[in-house]
T-cell receptor, first 111, second 114 residues
Framework: DQQVKQNSPSLSVQEGRISILNCDYTNSMFDYFLWYKKYPAEGPTFLISISSIKDKNEDGRFTVFLNKSAKHLSLHIVPSQPGDSAVYFCAAPSGTYKYIFGTGTRLKVLA | DTGVSQDPRHKITKRGQNVTFRCDPISEHNRLYWYRQTLGQGPEFLTYFQNEAQLEKSRLLSDRFSAERPKGSFSTLEIQRTEQGDSAMYLC????????????FGSGTQLSVL
């Protein structure tokens, strides 16, 4: 079974600086990982994904890095903006087409 | 692409009552998922459908919970004899499949059991 851990429940960053959010998983049998952003009282919104054939995927200010040997993902946001303040979840596959989510990291970007 | 739609947005019920939630996925998506989220936790998998077939149910899902997806379109999630511990945000998501596994979530149904 897959387990996903986001060990930092919260993170505060100054506007314009880099935000780094981390995620660890246990089962490397499957190979496609997802990051989501969630605002209060809304559903999670897809942010960026990465396949295990890559070690990096970039989309604008967002970059996800995958370290397969360490079973570790990180999401970099640069430069961070106040509108990025939200809870961020990573998700790893468990079995066929099912995703397990971490407990999330609450990011606060200070103006 | 009109997004995933869930109804109602909020439901308050008394313990012991039955409730039913509806989810309309993105029209060309053949996979549909139900997740549950409580405060301070990530979304917790409940069940998923490939077209009309329910392919997996979480071990955590008691027999008071049932989900259907008739004709492979919208889905309903019913909770019978609700308990206070059922209070949570119930999230529906859909995905296109066929190698595109991104899940797109609806806004959720917030259930409060009094």
């Amino acid at each position: 079974d897959q387990q996903v851990k986001q060990n930092s429940p919260s993170l505060s960053v100054q506007e314009g600086r880099i935000s780094i959010l981390n995620c660890d998983y246990t089962n490397s049998m499957f190979d496609y990982f997802l990051w989501y952003k969630k605002y209060p009282a809304e559903g999670p919104t897809f942010l960026i994904s990465i396949s295990s054939i890559k070690d990096k995927n970039e989309d604008g200010r967002f970059t996800v890095f995958l370290n397969k040997s360490a079973k570790h993902l990180s999401l970099h946001i640069v430069p961070s903006q106040p509108g990025d303040s939200a809870v961020y979840f990573c998700a790893a596959p468990s079995g066929t087409y099912k995703y397990i989510f971490g407990t999330g990291t609450r990011l606060k970007v200070l103006a | 692409d009109t997004g995933v739609s869930q109804d109602p947005r909020h439901k308050i019920t008394k313990r012991g009552q039955n409730v039913t939630f509806r989810c309309d996925p993105i029209s060309e998506h053949n996979r549909l998922y139900w997740y549950r989220q409580t405060l301070g936790q990530g979304p917790e998998f409940l069940t998923y459908f490939q077209n009309e077939a329910q392919l997996e149910k979480s071990r955590l899902l008691s027999d008071r919970f049932s989900a259907e997806r008739p004709k492979g379109s919208f889905s309903t999630l019913e909770i019978q004899r609700t308990e206070q511990g059922d209070s949570a945000m119930y999230l529906c998501a859909s995905s296109r499949g066929g190698g595109d596994e991104k899940l797109f979530f609806g806004s959720g149904t917030q259930l409060s059991v009094l």
